[in-house]
């Protein structure tokens, strides 16, 4: 009997120091993130209204494309929620016309809001925000440039190991006249 008791009041002892220390284990992965990826972009437009002999009336070309950012990240019991901003290069397509070379550039700044859904070392997630963006095109010696603000979306799959999170991402950039699709892969680092 007497050994039941010290059984049960060692529970005891432990549920209430769980309890207590519960807002710290969930607050442990809480923190500022710095990281980058790399992978592939796709621009699709349609430049009806540009008017260059032999231009096609849309693209559809893909590049390499790549991104660094930092970020903040609240971690929650289940749910972890994260704020982030960062650079974005999609890269530069060319498209020929007539044998010379049409080069769109396009990047960017750009500010998410994420919610991550926490299964241990694995989390999926989903982003909202927002992009300022820039588009140059080159052709035979000429440029133009175009600005602007407008929507992007994705979602994402984050494992980590320790204070490295290797994570996988598609992301929808809702551009004037234009979308833009980046699929990457990359690396972020987590201090706490």
């Given at each position: 009997?007497?050994?039941?008791?010290?059984?049960?009041?060692t529970?005891?002892?432990?549920?209430?120091?769980?309890?207590?220390?519960?807002?710290?284990?969930?607050?442990?992965?809480?923190g500022?993130?710095?990281g980058g990826?790399?992978?592939?972009?796709?621009?699709?437009?349609?430049?009806?209204?540009?008017?260059i002999?032999?231009?096609?009336?849309?693209?559809?070309?893909?590049?390499t494309?790549?991104?660094?950012?930092?970020?903040?990240?609240f971690?929650?019991?289940?749910?972890?929620?994260?704020?982030?901003?960062?650079?974005?290069?999609f890269g530069?397509?060319?498209?020929?016309?007539?044998?010379?070379?049409?080069l769109?550039?396009?990047d960017?700044?750009?500010?998410?809001?994420?919610a991550?859904l926490d299964?241990?070392?694995?989390?999926?997630?989903g982003k909202?925000g927002?992009?300022?963006?820039?588009?140059t095109?080159?052709?035979?010696?000429?440029?133009?440039?175009?600005?602007?603000?407008?929507v992007?979306?994705?979602?994402g799959?984050?494992?980590?190991?320790?204070?490295?999170?290797v994570r996988?991402?598609?992301?929808?950039?809702d551009?004037?006249?234009?979308?833009?699709g980046?699929?990457?892969?990359?690396?972020?680092?987590?201090f706490n």
């Open positions: 009997m007497n050994n039941l008791m010290k059984q049960g009041r529970w005891v002892a432990t549920a209430i120091a769980s309890v207590l220390l519960l807002p710290a284990v969930a607050l442990a992965d809480s500022f993130y710095l990826s790399a992978g592939g972009a796709t621009l699709e437009a349609d430049i009806n209204d540009i008017s002999p032999g231009l096609p009336s849309s693209i559809d070309e893909d590049d494309a790549y991104k660094l950012f930092a970020g903040y990240t971690d929650g019991p289940v749910l972890n929620l994260g704020i982030e901003g960062g650079y974005v290069n530069q397509p060319d498209i020929d016309v007539f044998g010379d070379t049409l769109v550039d396009t960017g700044l750009n500010l998410w809001g994420i991550a299964a241990g070392p694995v989390e999926i997630y909202l927002m992009i300022a963006w820039d588009v095109a080159d052709y035979l010696g000429s440029s133009a440039k175009e600005d602007g603000t407008d992007a979306y994705g979602a799959l984050r494992f980590k190991l320790g204070p490295v999170k996988g991402e598609y992301e929808i950039y551009l004037d006249g234009a979308d833009l980046m699929l990457s892969v990359g690396i972020a680092y987590q």
